[in-house]
C-alpha cells in the first residue's frame, strides 16, 4: 500500500522564480493538504484540496496556488520566489478532510531560496 | 491562534515515563497528535475529538479537557524509538485546518 510521495524530494531555485512541487495521495484518500515548515517550527497549513476546488486556505499571499487532478494528486507552486519561502513543504492525505481522521504525511520536499 | 506546548524539550532514560501537554486560547473541536523523526515526514499518533472520542495508537495514551482546552499525551515506558519532535494540532471547529505547536523534542537515552 504506497505512502503520500513528493517529489522532487530537494529543489534549489534563485529569488524570482517560480516552483512546482508535485504529491500522490496515499490509496484511497481523497484530500491532500499542504504545509510549510521552517526549520524548528510545526508544519503551517497552506491550503487544502478536496474533489479539485481549493477547500481552506492558511495566511499565504496569492503567490501560493495549488491544483488537484481528478485522480486527487496535486501540485503546489509558488511564483516569485523570496529568500523566505526555503523551508520543507510537506503534503498530507486524508479521507474527507479533518476532525476524525488522521493525515498521512509525505516525507516533503526541501525547497531552498539562493 | 497556533497553540502552546510544554515543555519545548524533554530528556529521558528508557523506562521513564513523560508528559507533553498543549494549550489553547480558544475554544476546541479536536485535537491531533504527531511525532516527527529527524529527516523524516510527521506520523500520526492520536486524535481526540469533543465529546470524547479516541482514535490513535495502543501503547501512547492521551487526554483533553474541552473546558480547559488542554490536551496532554502520555508517554510511559519509553523508548529509544520514542525519541523525535511531537506536535500537537488544534482544530477549533469540525472540518477548519489544522493548527500546529511548535512541536517539543524529546530525547530518550539507553
Known amino acids: 500500500d504506497a505512502g503520500v510521495t513528493q517529489s522532487p524530494t530537494h529543489l534549489i531555485k534563485t529569488r524570482g522564480q517560480q516552483v512546482t512541487l508535485r504529491c500522490s495521495p496515499k490509496?484511497?484518500?481523497?484530500?491532500v493538504s499542504w504545509y510549510q515548515q521552517a526549520l524548528g517550527q510545526g508544519p503551517q497549513f497552506i491550503f487544502q484540496y478536496y474533489e479539485e476546488e481549493e477547500r481552506q486556505r492558511g495566511n499565504f499571499p496569492d503567490r501560493f496556488s495549488g491544483h488537484q487532478f481528478p485522480n486527487y494528486s496535486s501540485e503546489l507552486n509558488v511564483n516569485a520566489l523570496l529568500l523566505g519561502d526555503s523551508a520543507l513543504y510537506l503534503c498530507?492525505?486524508?479521507?474527507?478532510?479533518?476532525?476524525?481522521?488522521?493525515?498521512?504525511f509525505g516525507d516533503g520536499t526541501r525547497l531552498s531560496i539562493l | 491562534q497556533q497553540p502552546v506546548q510544554s515543555p519545548q524539550a524533554v530528556i529521558l532514560r528508557e523506562g521513564e515515563d513523560a508528559v507533553i501537554n498543549c494549550s489553547s486560547s480558544k475554544a476546541l473541536y479536536s485535537v491531533h497528535w504527531y511525532r516527527q523523526k529527524h529527516g523524516e515526514a510527521p506520523v500520526f499518533l492520536m486524535i481526540l475529538l469533543k465529546g470524547g472520542e479516541q482514535k490513535g495508537h495502543e501503547k501512547i495514551s492521551a487526554s483533553f479537557n474541552e473546558k480547559k482546552q488542554q490536551s496532554s499525551l502520555y508517554l510511559t515506558a519509553s523508548q529509544l524509538s520514542y525519541s523525535g519532535t511531537y506536535f500537537c494540532g488544534t482544530e477549533g471547529q469540525a472540518g477548519t485546518a489544522l493548527i500546529f505547536g511548535k512541536g517539543t523534542t524529546l530525547s530518550v537515552s539507553s
Open positions: 490509496s484511497g484518500h481523497d484530500t
Open positions: 498530507a492525505s486524508s479521507l474527507g478532510g479533518y476532525s476524525n481522521q488522521p493525515q498521512h
